[in-house]
């Protein structure tokens, strides 16, 4: 059986494609590609050492994700999160995840989804003392667990749509105001909440959770 060179060629694109991909977002989310920026294909291609198609490729998806927008022309920018912008995400955010706390609340056997989540936050704990990214990735992971302990793929990829947005919301924050949603009993609450078996008490937590955080992430 002879393998089409051409096939060959499109794996290695895909996967230069990927590696743009995973740099760019990460410099946008960790906020050293700063909101508001204007994205030159020439200046990244040569940065990332990529073709402009290769590029131009990562960069659509960049938009799917609502990382960066078009402006006039065209013109690609970092996206600006406002603090209105902020709010609807998490208010989304709410509404997905209080979905999975109340999934996991009404599971009888939810003895081991509650430890799962135990060790999330444990994690956070053990994160603490690192810097900011770290403790966001932990963060992150408590919140993503949730969802993927509920087996509901739809409710994990509506989340997971939103990452790139939720890390942006954090990084315009601030370092202290950040730090101030990643604390553990915060966490602890919505676990509480969860093992009680009370639907609706599991989903009022992580509401009021995420109206807090929101609070804390815009308020001056």
Known sequence: MSVEPTS??????????????????????????PPSTHLVETELSEALQISRGTLREAMRQLQQEGLISAGARGRLSVRHLDTKEIRDVFHVRAALESLAARELAARPDRTEAVATLRSAVDDMDRWAASNLEDRIEADLRFHRTMCQLTGNLTLLHQWTSLEGSIRMSIMFAGVDRAIKNMNAKRHHDIVDAIESGDTAKAAEAVIDHMAGAADTLVTA
């Open 8 to 33: 060959l060629l499109r794996l290695e694109k895909t996967s230069l494609r990927e590696q743009a991909l995973t740099a760019l977002r990460k410099a946008i989310t960790s906020g050293q590609i």
